[in-house]
């Protein structure tokens, strides 16, 4: 009886054998494909018994290995291929460049937009408030100074709550659209106001907008993103906030010495709503959302764009479980986050925001200026921005560690930073050192702070939540996660 041997091979090249079997021969020749995909495939042809195929790795290092099995009773025999080459949705592998982010940042990118604005209106009252106070006179009275500065954390709240049901029945791209609504009209509100009234309504309107967008933008990243990048593009949203708060700090320098700039820089704050509602018309829907509310078709558009082809039949069939599981969300209760398990993901996710709270973040960029004063820094607008840098800094490297280091990994080491960095801030003003060092060893401390925050605490906090939350109650308990930072906010 014949019996071939074992033959190596690359992907690109055929197995060729004198073989009395012409059928073999004549698949690989029409069957090529076979061997090119990036994902399991199973194919059968007639074949004498005891045949193996082993075809090993490219010399270019591409990574395919196919192997087909020894053939079942009738004859056929199964050629499995268990890795494949680079597809589209593969990310590159081998040597070659990593791309596999690259079809879902532009959607992530105009998402994370609406994180600049954020950041943005964080950062936009804080040198100007003096000028505003005066002009629209309540000069003097920092209780109504506080309130125009804070009350945009009112909004947030009431946002925050509603982005949830919003959601469900509109889907992200359609909510991210409207929230940039109210960011618009409050931000030419407030450029354009003249009593304390009018400005407090358009500080309230962006608070409704910003409390959908840090509910919703988040989510909407996890469930874009390719699962090997979503730690990555998930980071663009603390990135996208540091930036925001530094556009505004650096804007608001000519604001100690312009009166009326603070009305430019209030009216610039409507020019990137206008880019979000804009950029989110071009961009796609959760491939999840849009299999829920049976857009199918549509999803298998997004899965392939964004994904890969080869990730569309895994994706139906995880999509589908989940939904036979757990049920539409479009039905969904509030009143579900008190039954199990939804009541366990809505408390680690307001303990998370709780920890963040406690841990001091507010009272280290509110008085940080104050730290920076002591060195000589006198200009808040300045200290401000130094610490807006180091937040930046640090999102960046969150940017490169969170996908492979890990969620907990990151926050572990986040609180731990931010402990030893308090720990040398209270060493510096106990200790009876030379004062100079003394004011340099706080102000180490204080960007340490900033620094191992923006690393862990700050952009993992909110990327975690949707994903140990259940498909069916994520957007509400997301928007309870943020209600619990806006209250201690």
């Not at 002009?135 to 949830?164: H, M, R």
């Not at 009216?267 to 018309?281: D, K, N, W």
Request: aromatic share 10%; glycine share 12%.
């Amino acid at each position: 009886m014949w019996s071939p041997t074992t033959t190596t091979t690359t992907t690109s090249r055929l197995l060729r054998h004198s073989s009395p079997y012409p059928t073999i021969t004549n698949f690989f020749r029409s069957n090529t494909q076979c061997f090119g995909l990036p994902t399991t495939r199973t194919c059968r042809v007639s074949c004498p018994q005891n045949f193996k195929l082993v075809i090993a790795p490219a010399a270019n290092n591409h990574s395919s290995e196919s192997i087909i099995h020894k053939p079942d009773n009738h004859g056929n025999l199964s050629v499995l291929k268990e890795k494949g080459d680079n597809g589209s949705g593969g990310g590159g592998g081998g040597g070659g460049i990593d791309l596999g982010w690259l079809p879902a940042f532009p959607h992530v990118f105009i998402a994370s937009m609406s994180n600049f604005l954020f950041g943005y209106h964080i950062g936009v009252m804080n040198g100007p408030i003096v000028s505003i106070a005066h002009e629209l006179e309540f000069s003097g009275n920092s209780l109504l100074e506080g309130l125009v500065v804070s009350i945009f954390i009112v909004g947030a709240f009431i946002g925050s709550l509603c982005s949830g049901s919003l959601v469900d029945k509109l889907g992200y791209r359609r909510t991210l659209q409207i929230s940039t609504i109210p960011l618009i009209v409050g931000a030419v509100l407030s450029a354009q106001a003249h009593s304390l009234q009018e400005i407090l309504l358009g500080r309230l309107l962006v608070g409704l907008g910003i409390g959908v967008d840090t509910v919703l933008v988040p989510i909407y990243i996890s469930e874009v993103a390719p699962t090997k990048y979503r730690g990555s593009l998930g980071a663009l949203c603390q990135i996208g906030t540091c930036l925001g708060i530094i556009a505004s700090l650096f804007l608001g320098i000519p604001s100690e010495s312009d009166p009326h700039w603070w009305r430019t820089m209030l009216y610039i704050a409507s020019v990137p709503g206008f880019i979000v509602a804009l950029g989110m018309q071009f961009a796609v829907d959760s491939p999840r959302w849009l299999c829920k509310v049976g857009r199918w078709n549509e999803a298998e558009n997004v899965i392939g764009r964004l994904w890969g082809n080869s990730e569309v039949e895994k994706s139906f069939e995880e999509f589908q479980s989940v939904i036979k599981y757990d049920g539409s969300d479009v039905d969904s209760s509030w009143l579900e986050l008190l039954l199990e398990p939804h009541s366990a993901a809505a408390f680690i996710g307001g303990a998370l925001f709780v920890l963040q709270q406690f841990a001091g973040i507010n009272a280290v960029l509110y008085f940080s200026s104050l730290t920076f004063k002591d060195v000589g820094i006198t200009s808040s607008a300045l200290a401000s921005l130094f610490v807006g840098l180091t937040n930046f800094a640090g999102a960046l490297l969150t940017l490169n560690l969170i996908d492979k280091q890990g969620r907990q990994k990151l926050l572990i080491g986040s609180y731990l930073g931010m402990a030893a960095s308090m720990f040398l801030v209270v060493f510096a003003i106990s200790s009876p050192l030379d004062e100079q060092l003394s004011h340099n060893l706080s102000i180490l401390g204080t960007l340490m702070y900033i620094f191992t925050f923006a690393i862990g605490a700050g952009p993992v906090t909110g990327l975690v939540i949707p994903e140990f939350s259940s498909s069916r109650m994520r957007g509400k308990i997301m928007g309870f996660s943020f209600s619990v930072h806006w209250v201690l906010g």
